[in-house]
């Protein structure tokens, strides 16, 4: 009984999601352009940017235990209004300038991709 | 009808007699501009034409529409005789760095093209203060340090002169020269309305985020670098 519920809970959750974010190509896309620069093109948070000047680690994308605390929501808002928003750090740029909420939403599910992990429930 | 061609005539003629008072040097310019090859990188047509990633990555060269606007004429006329890299990483690349070996112009020929680029101006950006205002500009007490170094991320994508060390990022373009390259009417303007000038790039839009006055004062701090030897 309760896995069904489960089930039917992840796949609501799993449409809500797909609802209005933008297509798994163009988030490629949009990663290769805008994040990989810091977070690297693997998400190892190893970018062109990160030198040894930089004062800190861009999160790697691929680290489950870290990313597994963040919620769907807590991640839209960090990319949206960057680091100090949710008290980390300012080189986490604000994107709610430049990206839209679907091509936001298109990259929390690339990340999720990543991660192999999910938010807290 | 004859009344109406005479005028018609006249109304040509007098365009034409302003088309060539604009300057000889100008249209020399554009030819050579032409000739030499450089529109096969650069559009010097504005309004900024890129919409999508893909336009943007299709791109060989920086958008020139708005040169004249953006760029101190001295350091144009001496970077096209002698252009050295300004981008660490190569054009469009995340991956490759900038070998340099940008196309040189001759002397001449260099001196014609500042002044064709440098008539490529857009309304309500005034051209550059004098030099000798700028060099007496302190970054020290400048609320824009903060904003460029801490609070927000410049630093992690362009280089500047620290007080020690060029430092910062790699996708950006250095700013360790801006003093010498760049119009600080042109950073304000850009930073306030970055989609007009370059409406897809890896930087994020900061209008909304950062007021006037903030942006006045980063744009102030990045015009106290003190441009060191790199």
């Not at chain 2, 302003?18 to 529109?39: I, N, Q, R, T, W």
């Not at chain 2, 958008?63 to 252009?83: I, Q, T």
């Not at chain 2, 260099?110 to 002044?115: E, F, I, P, R």
Request: glycine fraction near 10%; charged fraction near 25%; charge should be positive.
């Amino acid at each position: 009984m309760i896995t069904m519920k489960k089930l039917i809970l992840a796949s609501f959750a799993a449409v809500v999601l797909s609802f209005g974010a933008a297509k798994a190509e163009e988030t490629e896309t949009l990663y290769k352009f805008y994040c990989a620069q810091c977070h690297g093109f693997d998400g190892n948070g190893d970018g062109p940017n990160v030198s040894q000047d930089f004062p800190v680690t861009p999160r790697n994308f691929n680290k489950g235990d870290v990313m597994g605390k963040l919620s769907d929501a807590d991640l839209v808002n960090v990319i949206k209004e960057g680091g100090p928003s949710v008290s980390k750090s300012p080189m986490m740029p604000p994107w709610g300038k430049t990206l839209t909420d679907a091509e936001i939403a298109g990259l929390v599910k690339k990340l999720r991709v990543l991660c192999k992990c999910k938010g807290p429930s | 009808m004859r009344f109406v061609s005479a005028l018609f005539l006249s109304a040509a003629m007098g365009a034409a007699l302003l088309m060539s008072m604009a300057g000889v040097s100008k249209a020399g310019g554009a030819d050579v501009f032409k000739s030499k090859g450089c529109a096969a990188c650069h559009y010097t047509d504005g309004p900024a034409k890129e919409k999508t990633i893909a336009d943007q990555l299709a791109k060989k060269g920086p958008e020139l529409w708005y040169a004249g606007s953006k760029f101190r004429p001295e350091w144009l006329g001496a970077w096209l005789a002698d252009p050295k890299p300004i981008r660490p990483y190569k054009y469009n690349s995340l991956t490759e760095k900038n070998a340099g070996g940008h196309p040189k112009l001759s002397g001449g020929d260099a001196g014609q093209v500042k002044d064709f680029l440098m008539g490529l101006t857009v309304k309500g950006v005034a051209a550059a203060p004098p030099m000798k205002d700028i060099k007496k500009i302190k970054g020290k007490k400048i609320k824009g340090k903060l904003t460029f170094t801490k609070k927000q991320p410049c630093s992690g994508c362009h280089l500047y002169p620290a007080r020690k060390k060029v430092t910062g990022g790699f996708t950006g373009p250095s700013l360790v020269n801006a003093v010498a390259r760049l119009n600080p009417n042109w950073i304000q303007a850009y930073m306030e309305n970055s989609k007009a000038f370059k409406p897809v790039k890896d930087m994020p839009n900061f209008a909304g985020i950062l007021s006037k006055a903030d942006i006045r004062n980063v744009t102030k701090f990045i015009m106290s670098f003190k441009p060191k030897a790199k």
